[in-house]
């Protein structure tokens, strides 16, 4: 089997995992990315996971206008069309809240996080392969949250049961794909992503980093947010300068 065949298993399997798994109030629609938008996941694999990386991007989980979209990885419809060149038919959830509707790679609403973080990427290494070519980017839970108001509820917001069995799950796919990208460094994209990788990575001889997330709802992100990150990727000796 190909590696990106290997993620690609990985991933249903962690998808068939988290499925039997029950969301009490306030969460009422749970969107699992590497269901209905898993052709975007397995094209983004296909083209990209192809090899060992030796920096792998850890993100939180889908966010309403990226990866719920596309089913990449802070999946900005633009960077992952125009840069990644990928552009794929998705599905829908089922069910669907009406104010989150998933309209695949014809949703007019961008992703900011995506859009700063591909965006920066994009800056750094000109084209795509450039970047992939040592680099690597997965979310820690595919799944997305939101209230009956359409309101976005993130995996740290969950009650203390619930967190405790998603965590397991999503530990037991951290490893699982860790171990198939053998990378140097794990970079946590943002505190809960750090917190999450070095507890479930703990042993596996890794070394371990953290760049500002770069959502809207930081502010110290909408100042300058690709310049925290590209200094924060130099001090920690993840990048050289």
């Known amino acids: 089997m190909s590696l990106a065949g290997e993620i690609q298993g990985l991933a249903r399997k962690l998808s068939r995992k988290l499925a039997p798994l029950a969301f009490p109030p306030p969460v009422e629609y749970v969107y699992d990315a590497f269901n209905y938008a898993f052709p975007g996941y397995e094209a983004y694999t296909s083209k990209y ?15 309403p206008w990226g990866m719920a979209q596309t089913g990449v990885p802070f999946g900005e419809i633009q960077a992952v069309r ?15 809240h009406p104010k989150r509707p998933v309209e695949g790679f014809g949703c007019q609403k961008s992703e900011v996080s995506g859009r700063r973080l591909w ?28 209230a009956d108001t359409a309101r ?34 794990v970079v946590g994209v943002g505190g809960f992503a750090e917190k999450r990788a070095m507890e479930a990575l703990e042993g596996m001889g890794l070394k371990f980093g953290r760049i500002l997330h770069p959502s809207p709802a930081s502010p110290a992100a909408n100042r300058d947010w690709a310049g925290t990150a590209g200094k924060q990727l130099l001090e920690q000796g993840i990048w050289k300068a």
Not at 49 to 63: C, I, S, Y
Not at 126 to 142: E, L, Q, T, W
Not at 159 to 164: E, G, I, L, P
Request: glycine content about 8%.
């Open 49 to 63: 996971a192809t090899n060992r990386k030796r920096v792998l991007f850890l993100g939180m989980n889908p966010g």
């Open 82 to 96: 125009d840069w990644m060149g990928i552009n794929v038919p998705i599905g829908k959830p089922d069910p669907e």
């Open 119 to 146: 965006g920066y990427f994009a800056e750094k290494f000109g084209k795509a392969g450039n970047f992939f070519g040592d680099h690597f980017v997965i979310n820690y839970c595919p799944l997305a949250f939101m």
């Open 152 to 185: 976005n509820i993130t995996p740290d917001k969950l009650t203390a049961q619930v967190a405790k069995e998603l965590e397991e799950t999503c530990d037991w796919h951290l490893r699982e794909i860790t171990k198939a990208l053998s990378p140097e460094w």
